[in-house]
């Protein structure tokens, strides 16, 4: 993971305690984003604790001995420099690290703990008398609102996965089946500047109809419509997410009446983004449309979901959400349609809240691409 300056965290941890602070609850954070996202660590949760305690005196790390390489190359190094000091408490097997959570947390009854920690770590502190409850809600506006040098990366991550559909009209062939398409695809990704690749759906034909298909054996046929959906993330852990439909040949009048009302859906939603409306109505907004020409049963899922370090985080674009978007949120505008065991098509960018509307990050054409 590459990472941001250390006054970047500094600042992060400092909201997040003033956040703790006013919810009269400490924070107790293990590996996984959100510790990542506060402090530069990426690390898994292992049989042995590590843990961020923050309280509204101050700032502990529950860590192994045996793993404090990982701190090298994280934030923790700097972050005495910017402002904040943060003890590390490592400790060796024998010990209880458990204790060292607990006292750290100078007699707090009840802990925020992040969605991330597993049982096998949960359960202890549960055994200790401790009453827990999820982080989410003290954690969620901080990682919800992107500063400068989140937005930066997602910019850049956007940039990437448009060259990758830029080159499919050349992966994508008939006589291909979808998993060797995908092979070429998640080699594309990489070359162009992720990690990894996350994810990728081609779904081809009955498959497209399916939002969640990956890949199958399926050889690709002249006539289907293919339903391309990838990401992954950059060196700084920030992630894509893009989706566009491929014809294998001219689709039908009706397939093609179909997809330009997705268009009109998609950007209606788009169009629907700004500062002060709520996530509900961005997810009516293209539903609506869809609804008017009498496809709303074929869309199946929500419009969008928040990103970041996660693909899916919040906000989510869905209907019973009634946050208000704010400028530096970032997330999915994704309308689909399904016609079971016939074909789909979705088309997904990911956009940036503005002061005044909204910004893709996603530039390649929406229109179906006939090769």
């Known amino acids: 993971m590459t990472l941001f300056a250390s006054q970047?965290?500094?600042?992060?941890?400092?909201?997040?305690?003033?956040?703790?602070?006013?919810?009269?609850?400490?924070?107790v954070i293990t590996p996984g984003p959100d510790l990542a996202y506060l402090t530069g660590i990426v690390s898994e949760s292992f049989e042995r604790l590590t843990a961020l305690v923050i309280t509204e005196s101050g700032f502990g790390l529950v860590?192994?001995?045996l793993e404090l390489a990982i701190l090298k190359d994280s934030s923790v190094p700097g972050l005495g420099d910017a402002g904040v000091e943060l003890a590390v408490l490592d400790w060796v097997d024998g010990?209880?690290?458990?204790?060292?959570?607990?006292?750290?947390?100078?007699?707090?009854?009840?802990?925020a703990v992040a969605d991330a920690v597993p049982a096998l770590h949960l359960v202890p502190l549960l055994d200790?008398?401790?009453?827990?409850?999820?982080?989410?809600?003290?954690?969620?506006?901080?990682?919800?609102i992107k500063d400068a040098a989140e937005l930066d990366e997602l910019r850049a991550a956007g940039a990437a996965i448009d060259r990758v559909h830029a080159r499919v009209p050349q992966i994508l062939a008939v006589g291909r089946t979808e998993r060797e398409v995908a092979g070429d695809i998640a080699a594309a990704i990489v070359e162009e500047g992720h990690t990894e690749a996350a994810f990728i759906i081609v779904g081809s034909?009955?498959?497209?109809?399916?939002?969640?298909?990956?890949?199958?054996?399926?050889?690709?046929?002249?006539?289907?419509?293919?339903?391309?959906?990838?990401?992954?993330?950059?060196?700084?852990?920030?992630?894509?997410?893009?989706?566009?439909?491929?014809?294998?040949?001219?689709?039908s009048a009706e397939i093609a009446e179909q997809y330009a009302l997705l268009?009109?859906?998609?950007?209606?939603?788009?169009e629907a983004v700004r500062p002060g409306v709520?996530?509900?109505?961005?997810?009516?907004?293209?539903?609506?449309?869809?609804?008017?020409?009498?496809?709303?049963e074929f869309f199946l899922h929500r419009t969008g979901h928040g990103i970041g370090l996660s693909v899916h985080e919040e906000p989510y674009i869905v209907a019973g959400n009634d946050i208000p978007v704010e400028p530096?949120?970032?997330?999915?505008?994704?309308?689909?349609?399904?016609?079971?065991?016939r074909w789909g098509a979705r088309i997904e960018d990911i956009v940036i809240v503005t002061e005044d509307g909204c910004e893709p990050v996603n530039t390649r054409s929406h229109g179906l691409t006939i090769l």
């Open 328 to 341: 530096g949120m970032a997330f999915s505008i994704e309308p689909g349609i399904y016609f079971s065991g």
């Open 8 to 27: 970047v965290y500094a600042t992060r941890l400092t909201k997040a305690q003033q956040l703790a602070t006013e919810a009269g609850t400490p924070l």
């Open 263 to 270: 268009e009109r859906a998609q950007r209606a939603s788009v």
């Open 95 to 111: 010990d209880d690290p458990y204790a060292l959570v607990v006292d750290r947390l100078a007699g707090a009854s009840t802990v």
């Open 278 to 296: 709520s996530a509900e109505s961005i997810d009516a907004a293209g539903r609506d449309v869809l609804a008017a020409a009498g496809l709303g």
């Open 128 to 144: 200790r008398g401790l009453g827990v409850r999820l982080a989410t809600g003290v954690l969620r506006r901080l990682r919800m």
């Open 63 to 65: 860590v192994p001995r």
């Open 205 to 251: 034909g009955p498959h497209g109809a399916d939002p969640h298909h990956e890949v199958s054996d399926r050889v690709i046929e002249a006539g289907d419509i293919v339903v391309v959906d990838i990401g992954g993330p950059l060196a700084s852990g920030y992630n894509s997410d893009c989706t566009r439909t491929y014809a294998m040949g001219a689709p």
